[in-house]
């Protein structure tokens, strides 16, 4: 069974910044992709970055030049660098590893930005 642990997360004032991060069971070769999703309470779970396993990266509009999506193959990590945080992106944000017929999913961290 593929475990994905999320670490990272916490309380921030807005402009500020936090990394986290997604160690997998299994090395992360094995996936199609890597994502981070997001989820507030009420609302779907939405996109926030997603890495290929040959690199290639795509963003949420929001996110897009205040994070950062990458990848450790060497420690089977994935990575979610955020800047310039704001109270927006309040919310648990979720590990997702993507194989053809099976998504995996990690336990989520919560991430608070103060105004």
């Known amino acids: 069974q593929v475990q994905l642990v999320e670490s990272g997360g916490g309380l921030v004032q807005a402009g500020g910044s936090l990394r986290l991060s997604c160690a997998a069971s299994?090395?992360?070769?094995?996936?199609?992709?890597m994502a981070w999703y997001r989820q507030t309470p009420g609302k779907q779970r939405e996109l926030v970055a997603r890495?290929?396993?040959?690199?290639?990266?795509n963003y949420a509009d929001s996110v897009k030049g205040r994070f950062t999506i990458s990848r450790d193959n060497a420690k089977n990590t994935v990575y979610l660098q955020m800047n310039s945080l704001k109270p927006d992106d309040t919310a648990v944000y979720y590990c997702?590893?993507?194989?053809?017929?099976?998504?995996?999913w990690g336990q989520g961290t919560q991430v608070t930005v103060s105004s």
């Open positions: 997702n590893a993507g194989r053809t017929y099976r998504d995996y």
């Open positions: 299994e090395s992360i070769f094995s996936f199609n992709a």
């Open positions: 890495i290929t396993s040959v690199g290639s990266t």
